[in-house]
């Protein structure tokens, strides 16, 4: 879970958005004004101050910073304030409308699905029909982008409420871990519906213990099995925590703060992708 460093005393939404217009005023934009307000509040206060804008300066703040921000850095501002999950579903819809897509393209999908909470991918699809009225899982089911079996993963996982418990049932690992190693190696179905099951519905807590058991039993990672293990190598990579990829994102947009990143949010960054999931849902305040 991402830390943002909320200021104390915290400044009014009103406030914020004076700051921004004075920050956006004039020859030149002070970029460093609005890393300190965009990238050290929430994303329910950076929706605050959105609203505020609007009503003070009758025009949109996301307008105004892509009038007055170029390159990574205007990317980056817009990104991270725009609604959460109005984003997602702006990204999604782009990778899916891709003739063909590549692997950050699937990403954008994956981390979407499993990179934040089981209510914002449900705030996700929500947003998705309203803005491009029909459905995301349709919309991924239909996708020409991606390839089978990669596409029948995309779907699940998208279709998919995992339990967000860290409550983990030893006995269902292993005998999972024994179905995995099944279809992998003795069906030579790695692909199979009981894989895609597993992956795609088991919490992050327990399909890691899975994958601890296959170890356990096995000797070594399940992501190195030496098959063309799709979905196995995706469903284990997603588990990966989160992390900033600092050396590149902090280079394309400089200033801000690592904590702004959601803890390496690289849907933040289409420019750039590192395979790690992220997570910006309920930001953990520091004062």
């Not at 329910?44 to 609203?51: D, P, Y």
Request: proline share 5%.
């Amino acid at each position: 879970m991402a830390t943002i460093a909320v200021p104390t005393p915290l400044p009014s939404p009103a406030a914020d958005a004076e700051s921004l217009r004075n920050a956006m005023q004039g020859w030149g934009t002070d970029e460093k004004a609005l890393v300190e307000i965009l990238g050290r509040r929430t994303a329910a206060q950076r929706a605050e101050i959105r609203r505020a804008y609007a009503s003070i300066y009758k025009e949109s703040l996301l307008t105004r910073l892509d009038s007055e921000l170029s390159s990574h850095f205007q990317k980056a501002m817009i990104l991270l304030t725009t609604d959460p999950a109005e984003r997602d579903a702006k990204l999604v819809r782009a990778a899916l409308e891709k003739k063909r897509g590549d692997d950050k393209d699937a990403w954008v999908l994956i981390e979407a699905s499993c990179a934040s909470t089981p209510d914002h991918l449900i705030a996700v699809r929500r947003v998705y029909r309203s803005l491009f009225g029909c459905s995301l899982e349709e919309d991924v089911a239909a996708s020409s982008a991606f390839q089978q079996p990669l596409r029948m993963l995309l779907v699940s996982l998208v279709r998919s409420y995992r339990c967000a418990e860290e409550a983990v049932d030893v006995d269902v690992a292993r005998l999972e871990a024994a179905t995995l190693a099944e279809a992998i190696w003795r069906k030579k179905q790695p692909h199979g519906s009981e894989v895609l099951r597993i992956v795609s519905t088991r919490s992050k807590s327990q399909l890691r213990a899975t994958f601890h058991c296959y170890k356990e039993e096995h000797g070594s990672d399940i992501e190195q099995v030496g098959l063309p293990t799709t979905i196995i190598r995706l469903g284990y990579q997603q588990l990966q925590q989160p992390v900033c990829k600092d050396a590149q994102d902090r280079r394309l947009v400089p200033h801000i703060p690592r904590e702004a990143f959601y803890g390496g949010c690289q849907i933040l960054h289409p420019w750039t992708w590192n395979r790690r999931g992220r997570t910006h849902q309920g930001d953990r305040v520091t004062r």
